[in-house]
């Protein structure tokens, strides 16, 4: 099993920043990859960022290419997500999720997530 904490979430003005942070614990040498998910009200979850556990495999939605930066600790036990220059349709419940291969099928491990609000 693995445990996912996120934290770092808030209301922020349009143009701001904030650093998510996601803390895993439990299985984690068996992660395959980790990421961001995020959902906003009546929509569905959408990938934000991923990156897997050597660092050379990164993908980032179109919408915060060049805006948000995803980043991983060197022991594997956790990811962060950077977001400059913030806008409005940023708006909604980050979620950290951690990805692990066993016998072929691949499992997914999701945080509580933490909402991030963008407004003036």
């Known amino acids: 099993q693995v445990q996912l904490v996120e934290s770092g979430g808030g209301l922020v003005q349009p143009g701001g920043s904030l650093r998510l942070s996601c803390a895993a614990s439990g299985s984690i040498s068996s992660i395959y990859d980790m990421g961001w998910y995020r959902q906003a009200p009546g929509k569905q979850r959408e990938l934000v960022a991923r990156?897997?556990?050597?660092?050379?495999?990164?993908n980032y939605a179109e919408s915060v290419k060049g805006r948000f930066t995803i980043s991983r600790d060197d022991a594997w036990n956790g990811v962060y997500l950077q977001m400059n220059t913030l806008k409005a349709e940023d708006t909604a419940v980050y979620y950290c999720?951690?990805?692990?291969?066993?016998?072929?099928?691949?499992?997914?491990?999701w945080g509580q997530g933490t909402q991030v609000t963008v407004s003036s």
């Open positions: 999720n951690a990805g692990r291969w066993l016998l072929n099928t691949r499992h997914d491990y």
């Open positions: 990156i897997n556990r050597r660092g050379n495999i990164i």
